[in-house]
């Protein structure tokens, strides 16, 4: 097995990491590659749900608004809600709502069956 530095050293990579910094040290957000190769998804709703596993990640549990996730992402609040019904509709994500003022409940399926795998 080829050790991390050697590939990140060989030039012939299409994508390269250059260093670690303060920024990069702080950790990374693993992807689902049925998320990513799900067609029916707008890039808003992947990179939210990314959001979300990044939320949880770093702080084992977290509840960010509607405007946290717009702020974070660089899209609009009304953005956020159509992406999170996205996610919704396609069964990668539940809502509960909490009540006025207080931020929703999310659950975020890291398992989805194959019916939705075939589908994408």
Not at 63 to 73: E, H, M, N, S, V
């Amino acid at each position: 097995m080829e050790h991390i530095a050697d590939t990140l050293a060989n030039p012939d990579r299409n994508i390269r990491l250059d260093g670690a910094d303060l920024l990069t040290k702080k950790g990374f957000t693993q992807v689902p590659n049925f998320l990513l190769n799900d067609s029916r998804l707008s890039s808003t709703a992947k990179l939210v749900y990314v959001m979300l596993l990044k939320y949880a990640w770093e702080q084992d549990f977290s509840f960010p608004g509607q405007k946290t996730l717009a702020r974070d992402i660089g899209k609009s609040e009304r953005h956020i809600r159509t992406a999170i019904g996205e996610l919704a509709s396609s069964g990668l994500l539940t809502v509960t709502r909490r009540g006025q003022g207080k931020s929703n409940l999310y659950a975020l399926h890291l398992r989805i069956d194959k019916q939705t795998v075939h589908n994408s």
